[in-house]
């Protein structure tokens, strides 16, 4: 077993804090508990695009069970030229929809100028797996005041992860929750692209309190395989899944981000009724 490296992240690292030498810190998110002794599951859209999207969105996912709503309002694309995002229309949109479900709302803050304007209507803000490294933004998030969601870099080690998320509790936020989203493998590789490190959530429960969820529709890319990614997580220990969900039957060809790896809510519900047995096996190391 690796060594930990708590000198590097000591208020995030269960041997540095005693009243955490077992068990997860669970948080309250908006009401809803993650870390707990259920798996949670954040669910919509990859970006708000309209009213009609994100309002039929979020009842659908309600409706099959999920406990948060996603959808992102600044989206950080790999071209400049792709759809950035409704940025505060979205953002109002998504707000809005959250208090007419009841679902607690997570969305990416992905500037630190926008750190302000994003707490105003998120429940938990998501810090992308491309600025995992953006220290100022870690930083301005540590003093929001709202719980993070942290994405692990795709190309960042356990470590690095744990370090980005002390620069949060630094600020003095405890509140986070770190997310897997895969990472990236040798594009020569036949499936070139990314692999979720289902190991590193037993590596970062061993080395931290904080809870860790998954995201199995970055992670593969994939709508096929969303459902053996979540047994997986679930199975590997994981606190929660955050997954792209669109209303039924919507046409991919008309989504503006990630078309190929949303699922419908007839999937989703499918999912979260296999949690309760897929947990069965977690191991629950910790
Ligand atoms: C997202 O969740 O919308 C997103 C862009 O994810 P990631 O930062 O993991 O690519
Ligand atoms: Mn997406």
């Not at 069970?65 to 030229?81: C, E, H, Q, V």
């Not at 490294?133 to 540590?142: N, S």
């Not at 190309?155 to 980005?164: P, R």
């Amino acid at each position: 077993m690796k060594k930990s490296n708590s000198r590097l992240y000591r208020l995030v690292a269960r041997e540095s804090r005693p009243e955490w030498a077992q068990g997860t810190r669970a948080i309250r998110a908006g009401g809803v508990e993650v870390g707990g002794d259920r798996p949670v599951v954040i669910a919509g859209p990859c970006a708000v695009e309209s009213r009609m999207q994100i309002m039929e969105t979020a009842h659908a996912v309600k409706e099959a069970g999920a406990d948060m709503l996603r959808g992102g309002a600044f989206k950080p694309r790999t071209s400049p030229y792709d759809f950035q995002g409704m940025g505060e229309e979205g953002l109002e949109l998504l707000a809005e929809a959250g208090a007419e479900t009841g679902l607690p709302v997570v969305t990416e803050a992905l500037d630190v100028r926008h750190v302000g304007l994003v707490s105003k209507y998120a429940d938990v803000i998501q810090v992308g797996t491309r600025n995992m490294h953006h220290f100022p933004l870690l930083k301005e998030l540590g003093k929001a005041g709202k719980p993070v969601l942290l994405k692990r870099g795709f190309g960042a080690t356990v470590n690095e992860w744990l370090c980005a998320a002390e620069y949060v509790a630094l600020g003095g936020n405890e509140d986070i929750m770190l997310c897997e989203r895969g990472v990236r493998r040798n594009p020569d590789a036949p499936d070139a692209g990314l692999k979720i490190d289902f190991g590193a959530i037993a590596e970062v429960r061993r080395l931290s309190f904080l809870p860790v969820i998954v995201d199995p529709s970055h992670g593969t890319g994939d709508s096929e395989k969303v459902e053996s990614a979540c047994r997986k997580a679930v199975r590997s220990g994981a606190h929660g899944l955050i997954i792209e969900v669109m209303p039924e039957g919507w046409d991919r060809s008309a989504v503006k981000c990630d078309p190929e790896q949303f699922i419908y809510p007839s999937a989703l519900r499918k999912i979260i009724e296999g949690i309760g047995r897929w947990r069965k096996s977690d191991p629950r190391p910790a």
